[in-house]
């Protein structure tokens, strides 16, 4: 691993690549951490990277069901801090105005804060779990407000749980994976595949560094000297 600086500042999709190529491996191992949570996160991570994303295609307008919303949240509270009382809360929005209100969300993209402002109108959602219901519907418009993720970007810690925040995340993330279409034309990348591999490198690199041995070792451009820039420019738009 000798990428100075972690992830978010390398302008190499070929880096980035080899991340996400990692990405259930790291999710095996986080799952397999000891503890009341221990073998729980790689099914429900299967599920709301795969088959989630899939169902609320299939529908002939995006939103999500009752019990969806409620697993979800069990997903993300799983592979964060677990708040048993936030997984109790979310079960009592009413099946019918989950289904409304989502729907509603989703059709006010591509205005983010918009779409999150509804959402933020059940219980129990704030910000990031609304960020986790637009990624898994919009991942082209929308990243999972992931601590690991807010945590590699620089200037953006400590992590306030805002809507003013995650727009900046957002921005961050955005902004990244354009550059990164930009740099190989594959046009693949989106916000939501940028922030799992912020997300990758972050827990890899707390739980088993020797995953990323040998990534970007040959790197191309951006690095710390891009990094600054878009700091200082934030620093000056505040």
């Known amino acids: 691993m000798s990428l100075k600086g972690g992830l978010f500042g390398c302008a190499d999709p070929a880096?980035?690549?080899e991340v996400q190529q990692k990405y259930w491996d790291v999710v095996e191992l986080k799952s397999s951490v000891?503890?009341?949570n221990q073998g729980k996160l790689l099914p429900l991570e299967r599920w709301y990277q795969e088959e989630l994303p899939e169902t609320i295609a299939a529908r002939s307008e995006r939103?999500?069901?009752h019990q969806e919303l409620v697993k979800l949240m069990e997903w993300k509270l799983?592979?964060?801090k677990f708040r048993p009382r936030l997984q109790q809360l979310v079960a009592t929005n009413p099946s019918e105005r989950v289904e409304t209100c989502t729907r509603r969300a989703f059709g006010l993209l591509p205005d983010v804060q918009a779409a999150i402002a509804e959402l933020?109108?059940?219980k129990a959602l704030g910000p990031a779990?609304?960020?986790a219901v637009l990624a898994a519907g919009a991942p082209d418009r929308a990243a999972f407000m992931a601590d690991e993720a807010v945590q590699s970007i620089p200037g953006l810690t400590p992590i306030q749980y805002t809507m003013k925040h995650y727009a900046?995340?957002?921005q961050e993330i955005t902004e990244r994976a354009r550059t990164l279409n930009q740099a190989d034309g594959s046009q693949e990348?989106?916000?939501h595949l940028v922030e799992r591999c912020l997300w990758t490198w972050a827990v890899a690199e707390k739980l088993q560094p020797s995953l990323l041995e040998g990534i970007a070792e040959g790197e191309k451009g951006g690095g710390e000297s891009e990094r600054s820039g878009r700091a200082a420019k934030r620093q000056k738009t505040k």
């Open 168 to 170: 900046v995340y957002l």
């Open 34 to 36: 000891k503890g009341k």
């Open 129 to 131: 779990t609304a960020s």
């Open 15 to 17: 880096v980035w690549r």
């Open 189 to 191: 990348w989106t916000p």
């Open 63 to 65: 939103f999500l069901e």
């Open 78 to 80: 799983t592979r964060g």
């Open 120 to 122: 933020s109108t059940l």
